[in-house]
Nanobody, 123 residues
């Protein structure tokens, strides 16, 4: 398995949850990483991305100010800290790697995908 996401589950609105994604070194090292999500009946959408150094991060407008992406390069792991989640954040969350650009944010710009982890936010 090249990308393994974990940490999903059921969380109350206003709570917090942290997702993790461990990647193989070949995917992780030197590359940006991202998180996407897909809700039932909707297309997969960008959530957040981070450059290799961690010096630049990018967020969708819907999660900006509530979610934080970070990475631990020594552990080949990227995280998504979800604070103040809302019911509309309910989705399967995917980590992505192998970005083709340092500021990649589109599905097509990531070559590798994890299996997804379900996040359900109750009201």
């Amino acid at each position: 398995v090249q990308l393994q996401a974990s940490g999903g589950g059921l969380v109350q609105a206003g709570g917090s949850l942290r997702l993790s994604c461990r990647a193989s070194r070949s995917i992780f090292s030197g590359n940006p990483m991202g998180w996407f999500r897909q809700a039932p009946g909707k297309e997969r959408e960008f959530v957040a991305a981070i450059t290799w150094s961690g010096g630049s991060t990018y967020y969708s407008d819907s999660v900006k100010g509530r979610f934080t992406i970070s990475r631990d390069n020594a552990k080949n792991t990227v995280y998504l800290q979800m604070n103040d989640p809302k019911p509309e954040d309910t989705a399967v969350y995917y980590c992505a790697g192998g970005a083709t650009a340092y500021n990649a944010r589109a599905n097509s710009q990531f070559r590798y995908w994890g299996q997804g982890t379900q996040v359900t936010v109750s009201s």
